[in-house]
């Protein structure tokens, strides 16, 4: 690095950190990009000052990955939660523990695929967090489950991959950014209001995303994947925005 970069330590570091967070560029990328052998000490100063103001500015409004949802209380918790699907409740999947198993795919390491039993085994935590159903409805809930971020380091997903798809027993598919992926209210979630997750809303687990619109929480989830290329999802392929969400 040159020692005019250097002198710049505590911006360099700034934008270090976020871009290493973005897992997009590296310094060196940036380095390279501006020119590695910029000897101006005004110019370094400049082009830092603009990359740390881009990336405070589309982290504000694109990323914001650390923004918790906000939480409620057991009070708040709505008794006779919405069931919701493209199709109606007579037809959800009834899946059994028995023959069921969630298949993982692409880049992960460890691509065994997990019985009900071994999913359930997980260490869980719950949340009291709101739905919002972009239909135009919203409820409080609360579900218990595995931090998916976890999971994904434990099967030895590439954290460093761009997106983490699933597939659903009803045909419906989806995808997230991996931070999302990696956000600690991120859960695939066993049970709701304490109990197993009935089937309507997901059984054996549906992946709960309070960072996300309704749409991008789904349910019956039978293939989690990590890949670099966009796979889209059942609605966003009909129209809805992909990212949905904070
Ligand atoms: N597999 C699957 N997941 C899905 C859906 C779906 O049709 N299939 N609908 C989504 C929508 S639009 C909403 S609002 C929520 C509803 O979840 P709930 O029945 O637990 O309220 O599930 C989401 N996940
Ligand atoms: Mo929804």
Redesign the pocket.
């Known amino acids: 690095m040159t020692r005019s970069v250097l002198e710049h330590r505590p911006l360099v570091a700034g934008i270090e950190r976020r871009l290493f967070l973005r897992q997009a560029l590296s310094l060196g990328a940036l380095t390279l990009l501006t020119g590695c052998d910029i000897s101006d000490n005004d110019e370094v100063q400049a082009v830092l000052k603009l990359m740390s103001r881009w990336n405070d500015h589309a982290q504000a409004f694109l990323f914001r990955r650390d923004a918790l949802a906000p939480t409620f209380a057991e009070r708040d918790v709505v008794r006779d ?7 109606p409740v007579a037809d959800v999947p009834k899946l059994a523990a028995s023959d069921y198993r969630l298949q993982l795919s692409g880049l992960i390491e460890n691509k065994r695929p997990w019985s009900v039993d071994e999913l359930y085994a997980l260490p869980e935590e719950s949340q009291i967090t709101r ?1 919002v ?3 135009g409805w919203s409820m409080i809930g609360k579900w218990g489950g595995a931090r998916l971020g976890d999971f994904l380091k434990r099967v030895g997903a590439d954290l460093t991959a761009k997106y983490v798809g699933y597939q ?1 027993a ?1 045909g ?1 598919y989806g995808s997230i950014d991996m931070a999302t992926a990696l956000h600690p209210q991120t859960i695939m979630a066993f049970k709701f209001a304490d109990e197993i997750l009935p089937a ?3 059984y054996p687990f ?1 992946i709960r995303i309070p960072t996300k619109l ?2 991008k ?4 989830v039978t293939t989690i994947y990590v890949t670099n290329h966009m796979p889209g999802g059942f ?1 966003e392929d009909r129209g809805y925005n992909w990212f949905s969400g904070s």
């Open positions: 939660f919405r069931y919701n699907a493209y199709f739905h159903c972009v239909e659903s009803d419906y309507k809303f997901g549906k309704g749409f929480n789904p349910k019956w609605w």
